[in-house]
């Protein structure tokens, strides 16, 4: 069955970087899109950013583009998402999750989510 | 960038009630529209996809309907487990991916 499972989450100050994984299993995972889609506390979902199966096309939500990078390693089935110049505004649950569509489609939805790690940016 | 509008925001209701939540799209997506569903504490849940198509394993009181910007997601008879808030998300054009506001289904 498929497995998406967070890491990395924690406490930061605001101004320093972050790196999120996400392991994934039960799936070829070098025939999927994956996305970060986060969720702040009380509030609703946010997406983040995307990466394309092969990892030739990104995107990102505009809240973090410039800051954020999302990246790939399909030798180890793993996600990540790279956080810099964090704000206290990037304080949520960031959920790993799958695209639909096997390659060479992009996906238009989630079928598949982790169950999230908590990044809190404070002083 | 097309914005997603849910209504309502929270809706109080009985079990066994009809339970009606609508997302309204900021121009047409013709039938790109999803619903999840997020029990507290909880990863989102996929419900329906492509507006209308119930994901295998999710029960037939869910419904999906619409086209264009109008859609609606209709539980037929509330249960307990249904309480829980509900997102619509479209990906329709562009790589990038938008959610409604959420609706909180909460008991009566």
């Known amino acids: 069955q498929v497995q998406l499972v967070e890491s990395g989450g924690g406490v930061v100050q605001p101004g320093r970087s972050l790196r999120l994984s996400c392991a994934a299993s039960?799936?070829?995972?070098?025939?999927?899109?994956m996305h970060w889609v986060r969720q702040a506390p009380g509030k609703g979902l946010e997406w983040v950013a995307f990466?394309?199966?092969?990892?030739?096309?990104?995107s990102y939500g505009d809240s973090v583009k410039g800051r954020f990078t999302i990246s790939r390693d399909t030798s180890k089935n793993t996600l990540y998402l790279q956080m810099n110049s964090l704000r206290a505004e990037d304080t949520a649950v960031y959920y790993c999750a799958k695209g639909n569509a096997p390659a060479p489609l992009t996906g238009r939805y989630f079928d598949y989510w982790g169950q999230g790690t908590l990044v809190t940016v404070s002083s | 960038d097309i914005q997603l509008t849910q209504s309502p925001s929270s809706l109080s209701a009985s079990v066994g009630d009809r339970v009606t939540i609508t997302c309204r799209a900021s121009?047409?997506?013709?039938?790109?529209l999803n619903w999840y569903q997020q029990r507290p504490g909880k990863a989102p849940n996929l419900l329906i996809s492509a507006a209308s198509s119930l994901q295998s394993g999710v029960p037939s009181r869910f419904s999906g309907s619409g086209s264009g910007t109008n859609f609606t997601l209709t539980i037929s008879s509330l249960q307990p487990e249904d309480f829980a808030t509900y997102y619509c998300q479209q990906n329709y054009n562009s790589l990038t991916w938008t959610f409604g506001q959420g609706t909180k289904v909460e008991i009566k």
């Open positions: 121009q047409s997506i013709i039938f790109y």
């Open positions: 039960g799936f070829t995972f070098s025939k999927y899109g």
């Open positions: 990466i394309r199966y092969d990892g030739s096309n990104k």
